[in-house]
T-cell receptor
């Protein structure tokens, strides 16, 4: 069945280091969304990408959608302690919508 | 402030005892979703309403039902909770087409004794 996998599952970084999470789908996605969920919180929408090869930036965050629309990445430059949380990609394929498995980011001050 | 509200935030029920979780929204969004999220896992979509049209995910157990009496409110009914149904239940809304940017409520944590 459809799976949206993310790697790594966990990442510990020193504050100031960069961080990247990768999202891979077994099927082509119509779009890709990224959400952040703080510990004990609920998912919060970050961005949506629709076009093949699309790149979007939000301050220190860079989002990419792969050419084949099966993968995506989120890169954070110079992490801060406020970046702590789990980052989920989520995508639509046909009439179905799946969240990725998530990457839990810990930032060590 | 416009928002998605879930009540209660914590719910304890007994094995097999029906329970209803509530969600309301002041965003006037036409799509409402229910997700189940277990510890350290991704949210799993159970079903959604596009306006009044109910859309059930293929693998959502029959034990889970939903009602949407009007635009603002949506309910999740668990007819006979099992121990495996203990989880965080998240309500979300979106505007326009299905699976657009989703706004999540704070969730209801369900404990089954």
């Amino acid at each position: 069945g459809q799976q949206v996998m993310q790697i790594p599952q966990y990442q510990h970084v020193q504050e100031g280091e960069d961080f990247t999470t990768y999202c891979n789908s077994s099927t082509t996605l119509s779009n890709i969304q990224w959400y952040k969920q703080r510990p004990g919180g609920h998912p919060v929408f970050l961005i949506q990408l629709v076009k093949s090869g699309e790149v979007k930036k939000q301050k220190r965050l860079t989002f990419q959608f792969g050419e084949a629309k099966k993968n995506s990445s989120l890169h954070i430059t110079a992490t801060q302690t406020t970046d702590v949380g789990t980052y989920f990609c989520a995508g639509r394929t046909g009439n179905q919508f799946y969240f990725g498995t998530g990457t839990s980011l810990t930032v060590i001050p | 402030d416009a928002m998605v509200i879930q009540n209660p935030r914590y719910q304890v029920t007994q094995f097999g005892k029906p329970v209803t979780l509530s969600c309301s929204q002041t965003l006037n969004h036409n799509v409402m979703y229910w997700y189940q999220q277990k510890s350290s896992q991704a949210p799993k979509l159970l079903f959604h309403y596009y306006d009044k049209d109910f859309n059930n995910e293929a693998d959502t157990p029959d034990n889970f039902q939903s009602r949407r009496p009007n635009t603002s409110f949506c309910f999740l009914d668990i007819r006979s909770p099992g121990l495996g149904d203990a989880a965080m239940y998240l309500c979300a809304t979106s505007r326009g087409g299905t699976y657009n940017e989703q706004f999540f409520g704070p969730g209801t944590r369900l404990t089954v004794l």
